[in-house]
Nanobody
């Protein structure tokens, strides 16, 4: 049974930092690209791409709104993916969800419909 469990969400002031974690079980972690998506308040169930990392960690992609502020990484020994978030802004407030996409290549997708497995999400709230 595949499980993705996020942690690390919190209330933080603008300009602050947070690190989110996504622990995976029930999958061969090294066979999956991993991604972070977020659902912002008032935007329904729409999942906005944040960042993705390929199977080996050598390929990363970022949304323009977070590039230079967020860093995605993965630790295969721990079956865990991370999202280091710096210089947080109120518009970063959202539920952050991690997802897993089976990949033969070392690339990673940016479209939520390509990801087969999802976590429940962790709330990040940035106050102004």
């Amino acid at each position: 049974q595949v499980q993705l469990v996020e942690s690390g969400g919190a209330l933080v002031q603008a300009g602050g930092s947070l690190t989110l974690s996504c622990a995976a079980s029930g999958v061969t972690f090294s066979s999956y690209a991993m991604g972070w998506f977020r659902r912002a308040p008032g935007k329904g169930s729409s999942r906005e791409f944040v960042a993705a990392v390929g199977r080996t960690g050598s390929v990363t992609h970022y949304a323009g709104s977070v590039k230079g502020r967020f860093t995605i990484s993965r630790d295969s020994a721990k079956n865990t993916m991370y999202l280091q978030m710096n210089s947080l802004k109120p518009e970063d407030t959202a539920v952050y969800c991690c997802a897993a996409e089976w990949r033969h290549s070392s690339n990673a997708g940016t479209r939520p419909d390509k990801y087969a497995y999802w976590g429940q999400g962790t709330q990040v709230t940035v106050s102004s």
